[in-house]
Protein backbone atom coordinates (compact mmCIF):
# COMPACT_ATOMS: atom_id res chain seq x y z
CA UNK A 1 0.00 0.00 0.00
CA UNK A 2 1.57 3.70 -0.92
CA UNK A 3 2.74 6.11 1.81
CA UNK A 4 -0.38 7.53 3.40
CA UNK A 5 -0.72 11.10 3.40
CA UNK A 6 -3.73 12.19 5.52
CA UNK A 7 -5.71 11.12 9.01
CA UNK A 8 -8.67 9.44 7.45
CA UNK A 9 -6.74 7.63 4.81
CA UNK A 10 -4.39 6.07 8.15
CA UNK A 11 -7.25 5.44 9.59
CA UNK A 12 -8.89 3.58 7.02
CA UNK A 13 -6.02 1.74 5.86
CA UNK A 14 -5.30 0.77 9.33
CA UNK A 15 -8.30 -0.04 10.36
CA UNK A 16 -10.19 -1.96 7.18
CA UNK A 17 -9.39 -4.52 5.22
CA UNK A 18 -8.92 -2.97 1.44
CA UNK A 19 -9.53 -4.68 -2.11
CA UNK A 20 -8.03 -3.13 -5.21
CA UNK A 21 -10.31 -1.55 -7.59
CA UNK A 22 -10.41 1.19 -10.57
CA UNK A 23 -12.89 4.47 -11.51
CA UNK A 24 -15.26 2.37 -13.49
CA UNK A 25 -15.92 -0.19 -10.57
CA UNK A 26 -15.67 1.70 -7.80
CA UNK A 27 -17.20 5.42 -9.17
CA UNK A 28 -18.79 4.92 -12.00
CA UNK A 29 -20.89 2.09 -12.20
CA UNK A 30 -22.51 3.21 -8.75
CA UNK A 31 -23.23 6.90 -10.16
CA UNK A 32 -26.79 7.33 -11.15
CA UNK A 33 -26.09 9.99 -13.34
CA UNK A 34 -23.18 12.26 -13.67
CA UNK A 35 -23.84 15.61 -13.14
CA UNK A 36 -26.84 17.32 -12.39
CA UNK A 37 -26.53 20.40 -15.01
CA UNK A 38 -25.52 19.02 -18.12
CA UNK A 39 -27.43 20.74 -20.87
CA UNK A 40 -30.16 18.41 -22.76
CA UNK A 41 -28.93 16.03 -21.15
CA UNK A 42 -30.46 15.87 -17.41
CA UNK A 43 -31.49 19.64 -17.90
CA UNK A 44 -33.05 22.33 -20.11
CA UNK A 45 -30.38 24.36 -21.81
CA UNK A 46 -30.44 28.00 -20.27
CA UNK A 47 -27.51 29.93 -21.56
CA UNK A 48 -28.13 32.46 -18.89
CA UNK A 49 -26.33 30.11 -16.79
CA UNK A 50 -22.47 30.57 -16.64
CA UNK A 51 -22.23 26.96 -16.53
CA UNK A 52 -24.24 26.53 -18.92
CA UNK A 53 -22.75 29.01 -21.36
CA UNK A 54 -18.91 27.76 -20.28
CA UNK A 55 -20.34 24.53 -21.71
CA UNK A 56 -21.86 25.06 -24.68
CA UNK A 57 -18.58 27.21 -25.83
CA UNK A 58 -16.68 24.14 -24.75
CA UNK A 59 -18.89 21.89 -27.39
CA UNK A 60 -18.06 24.66 -30.21
CA UNK A 61 -14.36 24.32 -28.94
CA UNK A 62 -14.90 20.28 -29.99
CA UNK A 63 -16.95 20.78 -33.56
CA UNK A 64 -14.30 23.73 -34.52
CA UNK A 65 -11.19 21.82 -33.72
CA UNK A 66 -12.33 18.37 -35.55
CA UNK A 67 -13.99 20.34 -38.67
CA UNK A 68 -14.54 18.44 -41.90
CA UNK A 69 -14.56 14.93 -40.18
CA UNK A 70 -17.05 12.92 -41.48
CA UNK A 71 -16.66 10.34 -38.31
CA UNK A 72 -15.32 11.34 -35.43
CA UNK A 73 -15.23 8.77 -31.80
CA UNK A 74 -16.00 9.68 -28.53
CA UNK A 75 -13.80 8.03 -25.95
CA UNK A 76 -15.19 7.70 -22.27
CA UNK A 77 -18.49 8.92 -23.13
CA UNK A 78 -20.23 8.68 -20.02
CA UNK A 79 -24.10 9.91 -19.61
CA UNK A 80 -23.10 11.33 -23.51
CA UNK A 81 -21.48 13.60 -23.21
CA UNK A 82 -19.59 15.27 -25.40
CA UNK A 83 -20.74 12.93 -27.74
CA UNK A 84 -24.82 13.73 -27.90
CA UNK A 85 -23.91 17.63 -27.40
CA UNK A 86 -21.65 17.01 -30.76
CA UNK A 87 -24.09 14.93 -32.89
CA UNK A 88 -25.33 17.98 -34.98
CA UNK A 89 -21.90 18.80 -35.79
CA UNK A 90 -20.61 15.81 -37.58
CA UNK A 91 -22.21 12.78 -40.25
CA UNK A 92 -21.14 10.09 -38.02
CA UNK A 93 -20.94 9.86 -34.53
CA UNK A 94 -19.65 6.66 -32.04
CA UNK A 95 -19.63 7.05 -28.66
CA UNK A 96 -17.58 4.27 -26.50
CA UNK A 97 -17.35 3.86 -21.90
CA UNK A 98 -16.07 1.19 -19.86
CA UNK A 99 -19.12 1.32 -17.50
CA UNK A 100 -22.50 -0.72 -18.59
CA UNK A 101 -24.59 1.90 -16.80
CA UNK A 102 -23.18 4.69 -18.26
CA UNK A 103 -23.69 3.34 -21.30
CA UNK A 104 -27.16 2.55 -20.36
CA UNK A 105 -27.75 6.38 -19.51
CA UNK A 106 -26.17 7.44 -22.80
CA UNK A 107 -28.01 5.02 -25.35
CA UNK A 108 -31.32 6.50 -23.17
CA UNK A 109 -30.49 10.18 -23.51
CA UNK A 110 -29.22 9.40 -27.51
CA UNK A 111 -33.36 7.99 -27.63
CA UNK A 112 -34.97 10.66 -26.10
CA UNK A 113 -33.11 12.88 -28.29
CA UNK A 114 -34.13 11.23 -31.18
CA UNK A 115 -30.27 10.85 -32.76
CA UNK A 116 -29.83 8.75 -35.54
CA UNK A 117 -26.23 9.16 -36.05
CA UNK A 118 -24.83 8.39 -33.21
CA UNK A 119 -23.78 4.72 -31.94
CA UNK A 120 -22.82 4.52 -28.26
CA UNK A 121 -21.01 1.07 -27.34
CA UNK A 122 -19.79 -0.66 -24.14
CA UNK A 123 -16.01 -0.86 -24.76
CA UNK A 124 -12.70 -0.14 -22.64
CA UNK A 125 -10.43 2.83 -24.36
CA UNK A 126 -7.54 0.15 -23.36
CA UNK A 127 -8.85 -2.05 -26.41
CA UNK A 128 -11.35 -0.90 -28.72
CA UNK A 129 -12.90 -3.03 -31.06
CA UNK A 130 -12.28 -1.06 -34.26
CA UNK A 131 -9.90 -1.75 -37.32
CA UNK A 132 -6.99 0.54 -37.33
CA UNK A 133 -7.65 4.29 -38.74
CA UNK A 134 -11.66 3.76 -38.27
CA UNK A 135 -12.12 7.48 -37.97
CA UNK A 136 -10.85 11.04 -38.82
CA UNK A 137 -11.50 12.79 -35.67
CA UNK A 138 -11.26 11.87 -32.12
CA UNK A 139 -12.33 13.47 -28.71
CA UNK A 140 -11.47 12.77 -25.29
CA UNK A 141 -12.75 14.31 -21.59
CA UNK A 142 -11.46 13.81 -18.55
CA UNK A 143 -11.11 10.06 -19.76
CA UNK A 144 -7.37 9.48 -20.39
CA UNK A 145 -6.18 9.63 -16.96
CA UNK A 146 -8.82 7.63 -15.53
CA UNK A 147 -8.09 4.54 -16.96
CA UNK A 148 -5.20 2.17 -15.17
CA UNK A 149 -2.79 2.73 -18.54
CA UNK A 150 -2.98 6.39 -20.04
CA UNK A 151 -0.19 5.51 -22.10
CA UNK A 152 -2.45 2.20 -23.87
CA UNK A 153 -5.93 4.09 -24.24
CA UNK A 154 -3.46 6.65 -26.12
CA UNK A 155 -2.04 4.26 -28.28
CA UNK A 156 -5.33 3.38 -28.98
CA UNK A 157 -6.67 6.40 -29.83
CA UNK A 158 -4.04 6.61 -31.89
CA UNK A 159 -4.73 3.49 -33.66
CA UNK A 160 -7.76 4.00 -34.48
CA UNK A 161 -7.69 7.00 -35.74
CA UNK A 162 -6.83 8.01 -39.74
CA UNK A 163 -3.17 9.09 -40.61
CA UNK A 164 -3.93 12.54 -40.97
CA UNK A 165 -6.67 12.50 -37.96
CA UNK A 166 -6.77 14.90 -35.05
CA UNK A 167 -7.67 14.36 -31.50
CA UNK A 168 -8.93 17.01 -29.12
CA UNK A 169 -8.48 16.03 -25.35
CA UNK A 170 -9.43 17.50 -22.19
CA UNK A 171 -8.13 16.43 -18.93
CA UNK A 172 -8.64 16.96 -15.33
CA UNK A 173 -5.24 18.43 -14.70
CA UNK A 174 -2.94 17.79 -11.64
CA UNK A 175 -1.28 20.57 -10.16
CA UNK A 176 2.43 20.04 -9.43
CA UNK A 177 3.46 23.79 -8.57
CA UNK A 178 2.55 23.85 -4.79
CA UNK A 179 2.91 21.35 -2.71
CA UNK A 180 -0.10 20.00 -0.82
CA UNK A 181 -3.18 16.95 -0.54
CA UNK A 182 -6.63 18.47 -1.32
CA UNK A 183 -9.18 16.11 0.28
CA UNK A 184 -13.45 15.69 -0.40
CA UNK A 185 -15.81 13.42 0.18
CA UNK A 186 -19.27 12.51 -2.06
CA UNK A 187 -21.72 9.82 -1.39
CA UNK A 188 -23.21 7.12 -3.62
CA UNK A 189 -26.21 4.79 -2.94
CA UNK A 190 -26.93 1.97 -4.55
CA UNK A 191 -29.50 -1.11 -4.12
CA UNK A 192 -26.80 -3.34 -2.22
CA UNK A 193 -24.83 -0.17 -0.40
CA UNK A 194 -24.61 3.02 0.69
CA UNK A 195 -21.19 4.19 -0.48
CA UNK A 196 -18.81 6.79 1.19
CA UNK A 197 -16.19 7.91 -1.34
CA UNK A 198 -13.02 9.85 0.11
CA UNK A 199 -10.72 11.37 -2.45
CA UNK A 200 -7.39 12.74 -1.97
CA UNK A 201 -5.54 14.94 -4.35
CA UNK A 202 -1.44 15.25 -4.12
CA UNK A 203 0.21 17.72 -6.10
CA UNK A 204 3.50 16.92 -6.71
CA UNK A 205 3.66 14.83 -8.39
CA UNK A 206 0.09 14.93 -9.15
CA UNK A 207 -1.89 11.68 -8.51
CA UNK A 208 -4.98 11.13 -7.38
CA UNK A 209 -6.20 8.02 -4.68
CA UNK A 210 -9.81 7.21 -4.32
CA UNK A 211 -11.50 4.73 -1.62
CA UNK A 212 -15.20 3.62 -1.42
CA UNK A 213 -16.72 2.23 2.06
CA UNK A 214 -19.15 0.57 1.71
CA UNK A 215 -22.11 0.28 4.04
CA UNK A 216 -25.15 -2.14 4.40
CA UNK A 217 -28.40 -0.47 3.01
CA UNK A 218 -30.15 -0.68 6.74
CA UNK A 219 -32.99 1.97 7.53
CA UNK A 220 -30.04 2.83 10.19
CA UNK A 221 -27.28 3.71 7.54
CA UNK A 222 -29.69 4.88 5.37
CA UNK A 223 -30.48 7.61 8.16
CA UNK A 224 -26.95 8.27 8.47
CA UNK A 225 -26.26 8.91 5.23
CA UNK A 226 -28.97 11.03 4.89
CA UNK A 227 -28.41 13.28 7.45
CA UNK A 228 -24.05 13.11 5.84
CA UNK A 229 -25.85 14.19 2.87
CA UNK A 230 -27.00 17.31 4.99
CA UNK A 231 -23.97 17.67 6.44
CA UNK A 232 -21.94 17.81 3.34
CA UNK A 233 -24.42 20.43 1.54
CA UNK A 234 -24.20 22.56 4.28
CA UNK A 235 -20.32 22.30 5.58
CA UNK A 236 -19.04 21.45 1.75
CA UNK A 237 -16.70 18.45 1.23
CA UNK A 238 -13.61 19.26 2.75
CA UNK A 239 -13.47 16.89 5.52
CA UNK A 240 -10.40 18.42 6.98
CA UNK A 241 -12.50 21.66 7.26
CA UNK A 242 -15.39 19.40 8.52
CA UNK A 243 -14.61 16.85 10.65
CA UNK A 244 -18.28 15.51 10.81
CA UNK A 245 -18.30 14.20 7.52
CA UNK A 246 -14.69 12.73 7.68
CA UNK A 247 -13.36 10.74 10.74
CA UNK A 248 -16.16 11.70 13.05
CA UNK A 249 -18.44 9.54 10.88
CA UNK A 250 -16.44 7.14 9.85
CA UNK A 251 -15.66 5.96 13.47
CA UNK A 252 -19.25 6.74 14.52
CA UNK A 253 -20.21 3.77 11.93
CA UNK A 254 -17.50 1.84 12.24
CA UNK A 255 -19.32 -1.58 13.10
CA UNK A 256 -21.29 -0.92 9.83
CA UNK A 257 -18.78 -1.20 7.49
CA UNK A 258 -18.98 -4.30 4.67
CA UNK A 259 -15.66 -3.49 3.35
CA UNK A 260 -13.44 -0.34 1.02
CA UNK A 261 -11.93 -0.47 -1.82
CA UNK A 262 -9.61 1.65 -3.51
CA UNK A 263 -7.76 2.71 -6.30
CA UNK A 264 -5.03 5.41 -7.71
CA UNK A 265 -4.67 7.21 -11.46
CA UNK A 266 -2.14 9.14 -12.24
CA UNK A 267 -2.97 12.96 -13.19
CA UNK A 268 -1.22 15.28 -15.42
CA UNK A 269 -0.15 18.41 -16.47
CA UNK A 270 -0.30 20.30 -20.04
CA UNK A 271 3.44 19.63 -20.45
CA UNK A 272 3.55 15.42 -19.47
CA UNK A 273 0.37 15.34 -21.59
CA UNK A 274 1.82 16.60 -24.51
CA UNK A 275 5.41 14.80 -23.91
CA UNK A 276 3.14 11.31 -23.36
CA UNK A 277 1.31 12.46 -27.07
CA UNK A 278 4.55 12.48 -28.66
CA UNK A 279 6.20 9.38 -27.06
CA UNK A 280 2.79 7.86 -28.59
CA UNK A 281 3.84 8.64 -32.03
CA UNK A 282 1.53 12.01 -32.67
CA UNK A 283 2.96 15.00 -34.35
CA UNK A 284 1.31 18.57 -34.21
CA UNK A 285 0.88 18.10 -30.40
CA UNK A 286 0.00 21.61 -28.68
CA UNK A 287 -1.37 23.45 -25.87
CA UNK A 288 -4.38 25.26 -27.22
CA UNK A 289 -6.27 27.18 -24.67
CA UNK A 290 -9.99 26.03 -24.15
CA UNK A 291 -12.69 28.18 -24.97
CA UNK A 292 -14.12 27.74 -21.54
CA UNK A 293 -11.26 29.53 -20.57
CA UNK A 294 -12.39 32.25 -22.41
CA UNK A 295 -16.09 31.45 -21.66
CA UNK A 296 -15.50 31.09 -18.26
CA UNK A 297 -13.87 34.80 -18.49
CA UNK A 298 -15.77 36.84 -21.05
CA UNK A 299 -19.03 35.32 -19.01
CA UNK A 300 -19.35 37.92 -16.29
CA UNK A 301 -19.16 40.82 -18.60
CA UNK A 302 -21.90 40.04 -20.51
CA UNK A 303 -24.06 39.05 -17.98
CA UNK A 304 -26.28 41.85 -17.32
CA UNK A 305 -26.95 43.35 -21.05
CA UNK A 306 -29.83 41.03 -21.65
CA UNK A 307 -28.80 38.80 -24.47
CA UNK A 308 -30.70 36.45 -26.13
CA UNK A 309 -30.12 33.18 -26.50
CA UNK A 310 -29.22 33.14 -30.05
CA UNK A 311 -27.05 36.60 -29.20
CA UNK A 312 -25.38 33.92 -26.16
CA UNK A 313 -25.02 30.70 -28.72
CA UNK A 314 -23.17 33.15 -31.07
CA UNK A 315 -20.86 34.50 -28.68
CA UNK A 316 -19.84 30.98 -27.56
CA UNK A 317 -19.30 30.00 -31.16
CA UNK A 318 -16.87 33.57 -31.48
CA UNK A 319 -15.01 32.41 -28.02
CA UNK A 320 -14.34 29.03 -29.53
CA UNK A 321 -13.03 30.47 -33.24
CA UNK A 322 -10.99 33.27 -30.88
CA UNK A 323 -9.40 30.23 -28.96
CA UNK A 324 -9.04 27.53 -31.33
CA UNK A 325 -5.59 28.95 -32.52
CA UNK A 326 -4.18 30.43 -29.53
CA UNK A 327 -1.59 28.21 -27.73
CA UNK A 328 -1.33 28.46 -23.57
CA UNK A 329 1.35 27.63 -21.75
CA UNK A 330 2.52 24.54 -21.24
CA UNK A 331 1.81 24.79 -17.33
CA UNK A 332 -1.60 25.71 -17.42
CA UNK A 333 -3.86 22.69 -17.74
CA UNK A 334 -5.09 23.58 -20.83
CA UNK A 335 -6.21 20.98 -23.14
CA UNK A 336 -4.39 19.43 -26.77
CA UNK A 337 -4.82 19.33 -29.88
CA UNK A 338 -2.75 16.40 -31.68
CA UNK A 339 -2.18 14.78 -34.98
CA UNK A 340 -1.96 11.09 -36.17
CA UNK A 341 1.02 11.56 -39.20
CA UNK A 342 0.15 10.98 -42.57
Known amino acids: ?49 PAHFIEEAVIWDFALHLAGCEKVLDVGCGDGWPSLRLANHFPILVAVDASARRVATAQANARRLGLKNVSIKQMSALEMDFPDSSFDGVVAASVIEQTTNPYQALREIFRVLKPGGKLRLFFEPGDNSTKGVSERVF ?8 GYHYVLKHSRPPWERNYLVKFPPTPEVKDAFRRLHSLIERLGSNPRQAPEIGL ?10 LGVSWYEIELFTSETMKETLEEVGFEEVDVIYSAGTFARRFFPLIQEQGLSSIQLAACCRALAEISKDISAPHISGEPIVAVRPK
Do not use: C, H
Not at 7 to 12: C, G, K, L, V
Not at 15 to 44: C, F, H, K, V
Not at 187 to 193: A, G, K, L, P
Open 1 to 49: MPKTYTAIESWIVTNLQLTPSNSIEQTYERLERQGDNLPLLNAPQDLTN
Open 187 to 194: ISETEDSP
Open 248 to 257: NFLTENQTQI
